[in-house]
């Protein structure tokens, strides 16, 4: 069972995608899923040592994660998809 943590839907094309962050023993990992299926092949991830340093970086943790979700995004909606 998946531990999801978040949720973001969109519609692209008249249909609508689901967007989840799903915490993971290694860390984050976000996927895009359309009918409780994955879209794609594509998923995004972040494990928790590169969390940590991110943490004392410049770019927090949350804004890494919110730039994974907006790439599974334009993954589905740019034109090569």
Do not use: C
């Amino acid at each position: 069972m998946e531990n999801v943590k978040q949720t973001h839907t969109f519609t692209h094309n008249d249909e609508e995608y689901e967007i989840r962050v799903i915490q993971t023993e290694g860390g984050i990992k976000i996927k895009v899923y359309q009918d409780d299926k994955p879209a794609n092949q594509w998923s995004y991830s972040i494990n928790w040592d590169v969390a940590i340093q991110l943490d004392w970086s410049a770019i927090s943790f949350r804004r890494a994660v919110s730039m994974l979700i907006e790439t599974a995004k334009q993954d589905i909606t740019s034109p090569a998809n």
